[in-house]
């Protein structure tokens, strides 16, 4: 078997970022240094000039080329017909990092940035270019409370892991065998 | 509970109606009562204070007006007694990690609603009042700040999620 693939965590912006980065500190903290999260590689949209650093504050061992810069699939105010052709261009990159890095972790919590990455991997663990131990985890936004972001709603049904901070979802999708709860992360 | 220093930030958004309210004769009375000395305004994309005024609330109400677009707020954070603030996540967790007073003002014009429902749970919670732009006055001369929980953060349940995120992996 071929060494382990890295874990690609996907930043999103904003607030996503921040709670991404909480979630790294704990990951970092935990020692978790030799098993599954030893490299670890940030996939950062082009655009997105803050998250970057923002990691580098609670991951210091971070260098500049574990980070990955990847096009945006839509910047606020693109026109929707420029968006149709930015958003496969989107998708083709992550095919490409996807295929060629063969990650065993996908880590996420939206925005949209995350979601042809997850699919991506879906789709090629089931072709066997992944092993069959890749999981895609998604993590909902501590500002979900009673209902799911669109990603998570789009991630929900080919998630290992799907994480959600608050009771109101818990009870709601209690059914789901990939949900899980352990209240709130912040 | 003396509101010393007010603290009132609507983060990047534009909420006109809650920066106008703020420096009302009917709030500046409550505040004053209140033994407010200091209103700090982050206002934003919103509609900036004219100087007439802040000149006027100082000398009628001997409260000192500060107003700024944008800067690195984390000191006006931790000097203020209140935080009135948008319902942003990132204000509602600047009020709680730092065992703030808060009060939580909903943009009515924005409805961005799984913002407010964050604020509202944390309300039911009794982490941070929540109110409409309308009862701020009312709110600010009734409500008791020291009833308020102090906010825990949830770092037993990160760690139990890191957790069973390895195992996942084993």
């Known amino acids: ?186 | 509970m003396n509101l010393a220093v007010v603290y009132v930030t609507v983060g990047t958004t534009k909420f006109d109606a809650l920066t106008t309210i703020m420096v009302s004769d009917t709030v500046l009375e409550v505040l004053k009562k209140r033994q407010c000395q200091k209103l700090v305004l982050q206002q934003g994309n919103s509609l900036p204070v004219e100087l007439a005024r802040i000149q006027e609330i100082e000398k009628k109400y001997g409260i000192k007006l500060e107003q700024y677009s944008f800067r690195p707020n984390l000191s006006d954070i931790r000097e203020a007694d209140l935080i009135i603030g948008h319902a942003g996540a990132g204000t509602c967790l600047d009020i709680l990690e730092n065992g703030k007073a808060g009060l939580i003002v909903v943009n009515d014009e924005l409805m961005d609603n799984h913002q407010m429902e964050l604020a509202q749970q944390l309300a039911d919670e009794q982490y941070l009042y929540y109110c409409r732009v309308n009862q701020v006055p009312s709110k600010l001369s009734s409500l008791d700040f020291n009833a308020l929980k102090p906010y825990e953060r949830g770092t037993e349940n990160m760690r139990k999620f890191v957790s069973s995120l390895a195992e996942l992996m084993c």
């Not at chain 1, 980070?67 to 992550?94: K, M, Y």
């Not at chain 1, 936004?141 to 799911?148: A, D, F, G, I, M």
């Not at chain 1, 709603?153 to 999708?173: E, G, K, N, S």
């Open chain 1, 1 to 186: 078997m071929d060494a382990a693939g890295p874990t690609y965590v996907v930043l999103g912006s904003g607030g996503h970022t921040a709670e991404m980065c909480r979630i790294n500190e704990a990951l970092r903290l935990a020692n978790h240094n030799d098993g599954a999260f030893a490299q670890v590689r940030y996939i950062v949209a082009q655009s997105d000039t803050t998250s970057q650093s923002q990691m580098c504050k609670v991951v210091p061992s971070a260098q500049d080329r574990d980070f990955i810069r990847v096009p945006r699939s839509r910047e606020v105010g693109q026109s929707w017909l420029s968006s149709i052709f930015t958003t496969l261009w989107a998708l083709l990159w992550s095919f490409w990092l996807v295929w060629r890095d063969r990650p065993q972790l996908l880590l996420c919590n939206g925005p949209g940035t995350c979601v042809p990455y997850c699919y991506v991997a879906f789709l090629l663990r089931l072709l066997g270019r992944l092993p069959a131990t890749t999981k895609i985890v998604f993590v909902e936004s501590y500002c979900r409370v009673k209902t799911l972001s669109l990603s998570g709603r789009l991630l929900l049904p080919l998630a290992d892991m799907f994480v959600v901070q608050w009771p109101a979802l818990a009870t709601r999708y209690e059914h789901k065998k990939n949900l899980r709860y352990f209240g709130r992360l912040l």
